[in-house]
């Protein structure tokens, strides 16, 4: 599933990145730029970001 249409990021995408060290809206930014252009999915990528660390 897309969760950034801007950009063409996936959930799978972030989650990948998650599990390789990303904590926070800023590091996933710095890697894809998510939420630079509509910022719509940084609701969707925050709530990503707390499922996959609580899963950790
Ligand atoms: Fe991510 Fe627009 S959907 S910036």
Do not use: F, W
Request: proline content about 0%; glycine content about 8%; charged content about 20%.
């Amino acid at each position: 599933m897309y969760v950034c249409i801007c950009k063409g990021i996936t959930d799978q995408q972030i989650k990948t990145s998650i599990a390789q060290g990303a904590g926070c809206m800023r590091d996933l930014y710095k890697e894809y730029a998510l939420g630079s252009q509509c910022g719509k999915c940084v609701c969707t990528a925050k709530q990503l970001l707390n499922s996959e660390k609580q899963a950790c």
